[in-house]
């Protein structure tokens, strides 16, 4: 399964866009990417899911270069209450339930 | 629409002892999986059924711990004996594709602490 890379943290501020995003160096032909988030004393929520260029959602806009080894979680003018720990995934259909969700981006949004 | 229940929240069991987690997937769900986080470490796959069915139990660290799906609904994870290594949150999720994870709903997550 391949391996993604994400900030450890970011703060941003109420109102601003907040942009995440994920190394995926190693992903495969058939993986698609998708991206949780998660609250204290919750489990994962999914957010968005794409396979390439552009994905956008009611909550999140999801951007994929065409080489797919990185990803971006763009989040709209965040507030207050999308302080969450966001993560990203990468699998094929048979094995993305499998895969480790690392250590995620601890998103902070202050007032 | 119910999302995926999971019980107890919080489980506080002394070494050697049993603790059976349960958990409720969407109804309708094939695919059910579960996962635990130990020691603040990342959020990591322990199993999955299609019904009621192993699809993959891989990641169960050993034969301390056996889950069960009857019937292809909801299912229990059994620790037996457990160890205070197996302190932490073990999180139960569901999905509908047939191909097993486009998108995973999870529940809240059962919280378990070993003295």
């Known amino acids: 399964l391949a391996k993604t890379t994400q900030p450890i943290s970011m703060d941003s501020y109420e109102g601003q866009e907040v942009n995440i995003t994920c190394s995926h160096n190693?992903?495969?032909?058939?993986?698609?990417i998708t991206w949780y988030q998660q609250f204290p004393s919750q489990g994962p929520r999914f957010i968005i899911q794409g396979y390439k260029t552009k994905v956008t959602n009611e909550v999140a806009s999801l951007f994929i270069p065409a080489d797919r080894k990185s990803s971006t979680l763009s989040l709209p003018r965040v507030s207050l209450s999308d302080t969450a720990v966001y993560y990203c995934l990468v699998g094929d259909e048979v094995n993305a339930g499998k895969s480790t969700f690392g250590d995620g981006t601890t998103l902070t949004v202050k007032p | 629409e119910a999302g995926v229940t999971q019980f107890p929240s919080h489980s506080v069991i002394e070494k050697g002892q049993t603790v059976t987690l349960r958990c409720d997937p969407i109804?309708?769900?094939?695919?059910l999986y579960w996962y635990r986080r130990v020691m603040g470490k990342e959020i990591k796959f322990l199993l999955h059924f299609v019904k009621e069915s192993k699809q993959d139990e891989s990641g169960m660290p050993n034969n301390r711990f056996l889950a069960e799906r009857t019937g292809g609904t909801y299912s229990t994870l059994k620790v037996q004996p457990a160890e205070l290594e197996d302190s932490g949150v073990y999180f139960c999720a569901s999905s509908q594709d047939s191909t097993g994870a486009e998108k995973l709903f999870f529940g809240s997550g059962t919280q378990l602490s070993v003295l």
């Open positions: 190693n992903i495969a032909t058939n993986d698609y």
């Open positions: 109804s309708g769900h094939d695919n």
